[in-house]
């Protein structure tokens, strides 16, 4: 089955830049979307169709996507940003949306 | 800005069936455009598409899932349900109810409920 890989966990400064990556097949070839979830909370949508981000968003937050890697951008890391990062991709063989595991941001 | 709520049983005993209902408020689920759909989460652990109803008519089903779910829409009450059958411990998640824009195949999931955390267990 199609998976998408992210790493378990990403530390950062205040005010430096996190990167966050998912990994899978061809990914490239479609398009990737971004959540941040915070403990006890639902889902948050902060990137969608690779790079655009939704009313609200800060602009710290962006997005790219080619060959088998999408990245998730955070220039200028606030406090507030520390939370779980999911990417979310279709899946063309098995005809579903599937999730990666997810990234813990931890803003030191 | 539109609202969607999660209510149902929290506690459902393996074999049963789960039933779910969203209520939408601040938008109508017949207008065109959105899908509306169920996401779950495992304690601890990532999410999951269960799938989602496009027009309260059409539906999409992930197909691990497909042969125990079933989404329909109640567009007079302006929702949207889940049933599950069969379940066991491993059902046993946080669901969520969200809207999905964009087309089959690329969407997104813009607005979320709050989660109901559903326990299987006897």
């Known amino acids: 089955s199609y998976e998408l890989t992210q790493p378990p966990s990403v530390s950062v400064s205040p005010g430096q830049t996190a990167s966050i990556t998912c990994s899978g097949d061809k990914l490239g070839q479609g398009y990737v979307c971004w959540y941040q979830q915070k403990p006890g909370q639902s889902p948050v949508l902060v990137i969608y169709q690779d790079s655009k981000r939704p009313s609200g968003i800060p602009e710290r937050f962006s997005g790219s996507n080619s060959g088998n890697t999408a990245t998730l951008t955070i220039t200028g890391t606030r406090a507030m940003d520390e939370a779980d990062y999911y990417c979310q991709a279709w899946d063309r063989t098995a005809k579903r949306y599937v999730f990666g595991a997810g990234t813990k941001v931890t803003v030191l | 800005q539109v609202q969607l709520q999660e209510s149902g049983p929290g506690l459902v005993k393996p074999s049963q069936t789960l039933s779910l209902t969203c209520t939408v408020s601040g938008g109508s689920i017949s207008s065109g455009g959105y899908y509306w759909g169920w996401i779950r989460q495992q304690p601890g652990k990532g999410l999951e598409w269960i799938g989602y109803?496009?027009?309260?008519?059409?539906?999409y089903y992930s197909p691990p899932l497909k042969s125990r779910v079933t989404i329909s829409a109640d567009p007079s009450m302006n929702q949207f349900s889940l049933r599950l059958s069969s379940v066991t411990a491993a059902d046993t998640a946080v669901y969520y109810c969200?809207?999905?824009?964009?087309?089959?195949?690329?969407?997104?999931?813009?607005?979320w409920g709050q989660g109901t955390l559903v326990t299987v267990s006897s």
């Open positions: 969200a809207r999905a824009s964009g087309a089959y195949s690329d969407n997104w999931f813009d607005s």
């Open positions: 109803i496009y027009e309260t008519e059409s539906t």
